[in-house]
């Protein structure tokens, strides 16, 4: 660990972090962070305010950092700053970007490590659901590097008049975007969005959120480390209600990651800007077990889908719908599985999950299992808090018997807490399972693989994985990921998520030919031979 905690910007001989802790000796041992290493991180928040934000680890409620905050004069000067690098980094070949980017891969990679460790102080998350985060980014750094061209390179399509009207279509950057970021993939969620914007020529005004600024400060120095100009790429820091208007009032695009409310705020207030944004917003996701499913395969990736990052995923489970026909068994292993976990908040591998982030989700996830309880929910694994694991610790928790009346029945609970629902046929299976306004994301386990893809394009979610809990789609670099209805709008990942933040443009070449009468010929003549055109070309297949 020691190693780890050294692996920051500079010689091992200057480790950059690091703290008075051995949790195989003292589980409770206060974790720490170098100042000088807080210094460099907090050094790259455009703020003029004098004043900061502590920021304490859910791990022990240690203090980590005291974060400079900005006001709205500094959210001008980074948009101006950002302009200013933006209009000589669009002159960068796509070439170049796209090596960045792969130095964006290596150095994710070399310094995991490093970046497991600030995910874990700041988040609390299980040091393998740490781990997904620098795997994330990295797949994005590479997956657009590789595929630059392919999706910004100017492309040729067929002119109205073949051989005589050339068109191409140029992808020109929007401007400057504003990224929103949230707290529970702080690292991924500071980078995997603006990755694209900036190969699209793009620059980057960040805000994360206050719970996790060191990890997205951490991003934003790789960045500059890789060859990215650090004024391309600004962060300010503080409250969403101060600062996201100011973001939304400059920006030429909105990125944002958070709640369905203050999701439609945003995109009202985008929309009287007349800018595009993209929003992944809450979710209720659904799991369908299927009468003929790999039982044991079903409940290993129903753990996975509902306590990964204690619950705290856009897209994990809190609902589960079991076919009558295996709902026993299913049941039997997966309250196995759940008990089984090893709980823990410490920077080590040997924990299955992790804590909670804050006292707001604990109290949360509290008030909806205790709320479920009272109603007549039956607890079937977990069902309270760990103080004595960590301040914000609760249980991986399973329910049955969840009514509609009960809070978490239809409310996004964000926490370590599913319900459990037999059904008696497929079709009201996919009923319940797009019951609500949310679609983020659904999972279907069967042996048959071509029947739950059938069964898939009836479930109004962004995303459906066969046979996994969400690491099919949200792994798979090509595949565009976002939420449908209350879920969200727009798309990350894939074309869609670099094709976002360009405008495209249409550039006409016409040789010959005009669009018009020639040598004498009437307006009737003209189109005469214009519709007699119209039929040959249909006739020879022509678009």
């Not at 900005?70 to 001008?76: F, G, H, K, M, P």
């Not at 490590?113 to 600030?118: K, R, S, Y």
């Not at 008696?424 to 299976?429: I, T």
Request: aromatic share 6%.
């Amino acid at each position: 660990m020691s190693e780890a905690l050294g692996a920051g910007a500079g010689s091992p001989s200057d480790p950059t972090y690091g703290g008075p802790h051995d949790p195989e000796h003292d589980p409770r041992a206060s974790y720490a962070l170098e100042p000088q290493y807080v210094a460099r991180l907090t050094d790259r928040v455009l703020a003029t305010t004098g004043t900061t934000n502590p920021v304490f680890s859910p791990l022990d409620g240690a203090p980590l950092a005291n974060i400079p905050q900005s006001s709205a004069a500094d959210v001008e000067e980074a948009f101006r700053r950002a302009r200013a690098a933006q209009r000589a980094w669009a002159r960068v070949s796509l070439e170049e970007r796209a090596r960045i980017l792969h130095r964006v891969h290596d150095l994710v990679l070399d310094r995991q490590a490093e970046i497991m460790d600030l995910i874990q102080l700041e988040s609390g998350k299980a040091r393998k659901h740490a781990f997904d985060e620098p795997m994330h980014v990295a797949l994005t750094a590479r997956y657009y590097a590789r595929t630059a061209h392919q999706h910004l390179a100017p492309a040729r399509v067929p002119g109205v008049v073949p051989g005589l009207t050339q068109v191409e279509i140029n992808r020109v950057p929007k401007g400057v975007v504003g990224i929103i970021a949230p707290w529970n993939y702080p690292f991924t969620m500071a980078l995997c969005d603006g990755l694209p914007a900036l190969l699209a020529g793009n620059a980057v005004v960040s805000k994360p959120d206050a719970q996790t600024m060191l990890s997205a400060l951490l991003a934003a120095q790789l960045l500059e480390e890789a060859g990215v100009p650090r004024d391309l790429w600004q962060v300010v820091a503080g409250p969403g209600r101060v600062l996201g208007s100011e973001i939304i009032g400059r920006a030429d695009y909105i990125c944002f990651t958070g709640s369905t409310a203050t999701g439609k705020v945003i995109a009202r207030q985008a929309a009287e800007r007349l800018i595009g944004c993209s929003l992944e917003l809450g979710g209720k996701n659904p799991i369908l077990v299927l009468r003929d499913a790999d039982i044991e395969r079903a409940a290993e990736g129903a753990v996975r889908a509902s306590f990964s990052n204690a619950g705290q995923l856009c897209v994990s489970t809190e609902r589960m719908f079991v076919a009558d026909q295996v709902y026993d068994r299913f049941v039997e292993r997966f309250v196995a599985r759940t008990k089984a976990m090893s709980l823990g908040a410490t920077l080590g591998w040997d924990a299955d999950m992790g804590t909670l982030i804050s006292a707001d989700q604990l109290e949360t996830v509290s008030a909806h299992v205790e709320d479920a309880v009272a109603k007549g929910a039956r607890v079937l694994a977990g069902g309270n808090a760990r103080p004595d694991l960590a301040p914000y610790f609760f249980e991986p928790t399973i329910l049955e018997g969840v009514t509609p009346e009960m809070t978490c029945f239809g409310h996004e609970t964000f926490g370590p807490v599913v319900s459990l629902y037999r059904f008696h046929d497929e079709a009201d299976a996919i009923a319940r399972a797009n019951d609500g306004e949310y679609g983020l994301n659904a999972a279907i386990y069967t042996r048959d693989t071509r029947r739950g893809r059938a069964l898939a394009r009836q479930v109004k979610c962004g995303t459906v994985n066969i046979n996994e809990a969400f690491g099919a789609t949200f792994a798979s670099l090509a595949a565009p990921m976002g939420g449908m209805r209350e879920s969200g709008m727009g798309r990350r990942q894939g074309a869609e998520g670099i094709h976002r933040y360009t405008e495209p443009q249409s550039v006409g070449v016409q040789r010959l030919l005009r669009f018009g009468p020639v040598l004498g010929m009437s307006d009737q003549a003209y189109a005469k031979v214009m519709n007699a055109s119209l039929r040959l070309m249909d006739k020879l297949g022509r678009a």
